[in-house]
């Protein structure tokens, strides 16, 4: 991986099975950049994390030469605007298709990622279905999305993955641990066949592989420490 332009120093404070730091992951590999990587262990959060995003106190923070980015769309933005011009744009030139990709990633954390923290943490079994209900016709809406988004190309952002694809491509590997908990697969190639062609395609880049948790006992060991 390239070093960080003009020496940058970066670090990254997060979890190891979070979406919201795994898509940060994802973009920095994309960029080349390399970064000092900080696991936090939220059960007792280090004075780093607790430092450099007094406002939420949550992962992930990315730290630029010292300067904390908290929220991880706001750190995905920065990174592609703060090295611009090194490795592939995660945004589109066009304000136009910037603003609606803007718009598809904050539907994505709206409507797929509140079920998920739903499904996660909610202590009956009717609130996790409903929530799973919620998310499943959130994916059938991406699903249309895609198609105009892509232009009969790849991935969201055409060619090469952009920022929808990095949002929602986050969650993919929760969407496994979700079907093994409660039976229920929010991405069904019957139901949404190009998203599911979509998410294949986006587990095999290079800049995904090994980023998002794939060992499911691991994970659902790790979330059982937060239920007890």
Known sequence: MAAAAGGDEVKLLGVWDSPF??????????????????????????????????????????????????????????IDEAWRGTGPSVLPADPHQRATARFWAAYVDDKVGSPWFTILFARKTEEKMEAAVRAISAMETLEGAFGESSGGKPFFGGDGIGFVDVVLGSYLGWFVVIEKMIGVKLLDAGRTPALAAWAQRFRMADAV????????????????????
């Not at 998002?212 to 659902?220: A, G, Q, R, S, T």
């Open 21 to 78: 730091v795994n898509r940060v992951q994802i973009v920095l590999n994309l960029k080349g950049i390399s970064y000092e990587y900080v696991e936090e262990d939220l059960h007792s959060k280090g004075e780093l994390l607790l430092a450099s995003n007094p406002v939420h106190k949550k992962v992930p923070v990315l730290i630029h030469n010292g300067k904390p980015i908290p929220e991880s769309q706001v750190i995905v933005q920065y």
């Open 209 to 228: 592989k090994g980023v998002l948790p794939e060992d499911v006992d691991k994970v659902l060991e790790f979330l059982q420490t937060f239920l007890d």
